[in-house]
């Protein structure tokens, strides 16, 4: 029995390794919140992972339980704590990526505060990846994408869960996130949280997926590597106006 296990667990190994190379034209990435105490289990995360079969899939509210992530799929795991927190984020990819470490964001200074945030800095491809749970706060969320940015150079995408109401802008970036809601606060109110902005970075389609487990859809992005952005000067944007139903 152990053995057909192993047989079966390799075979899913395989299908997911395909990766991202010097040629590829395109990096896909999927990025979903999953609700830490009764969420996404690393199960439904593989299973996304196989049917959408992304390059890159951030998370957001991860626990220790995603660990085994790359037992069922193959790939690489890159966890990021938060401090006073059972919760956290990380990244899984097909191939190796370049940890860049965590970045301080600004907190907020009233009593009974969350503990300090940090954004997780990655590098593929010399893209750079943030992936973000901001602070509820609208003005500090703010503050705190202003930061990633300054913080990081050249082609960037920001991505996950902004915790953002209403338009959000920043200096050099351009929001290609999808514009359906994203989530429904106490299953009633639809906000759009999860949220995608890039800089020097083309991005070819952007759409929710179905829900699942989580109280956050995932959202699904695809973009065009920087070098060869000279080959399309003419690319259209697709975004999902009709989001899946619940």
């Avoid at 927190?85 to 009593?111: D, F, I, V, Y």
């Avoid at 930061?147 to 959000?168: F, H, K």
């Avoid at 809601?181 to 949280?193: D, G, K, N, Y």
Wanted: hydrophobic share 35%; charged share 25%; net charge positive.
């Amino acid at each position: 029995m152990d053995k057909l296990l192993e047989i079966f667990l390799k075979k899913r190994r395989l299908r997911a390794e395909p990766a991202v190379n010097d040629r590829q034209r395109s990096l896909t990435i999927i990025s979903w919140n999953l609700l830490h105490r009764s969420g996404a289990m690393v199960d439904d995360i593989a299973a996304l992972i196989e049917q959408e079969r992304p390059d890159v899939f951030l998370m957001q509210e991860a626990t220790p339980l995603v660990e085994s992530l790359p037992k069922l799929v193959g790939g690489r795991l890159y966890e990021q704590p938060w401090p006073g927190r059972r919760h956290g984020l990380a990244a899984w990819s097909r191939t190796n990526l370049t940890n860049l470490g965590p970045l301080e964001l600004p907190a907020s200074k009233m009593p009974g505060r969350l503990p300090t945030r940090f954004a997780q800095l990655l590098e593929i491809n010399d893209i750079t990846l943030a992936n973000v749970h901001l602070s509820h706060g609208q003005i500090l969320n703010r503050r705190q994408l202003r930061l990633i940015a300054r913080s990081t150079a050249g082609s960037t995408a920001i991505i996950g869960d902004y915790n953002s109401v209403g338009p959000t802008q920043l200096r050099g970036f351009s929001d290609v996130g999808p514009r359906g809601s994203t989530h429904r606060a106490q299953e009633i109110v639809p906000f759009r949280l999860d949220r995608c902005m890039v800089r020097d970075l083309a991005c070819m389609r952007s759409r929710t997926l179905k829900r699942g487990p989580s109280d956050h859809r995932p959202i699904r992005l695809e973009f065009i590597r920087p070098e060869i952005d000279h080959e399309v000067s003419t690319i259209v944007f697709q975004h999902d106006e009709n989001c899946p139903v619940d």
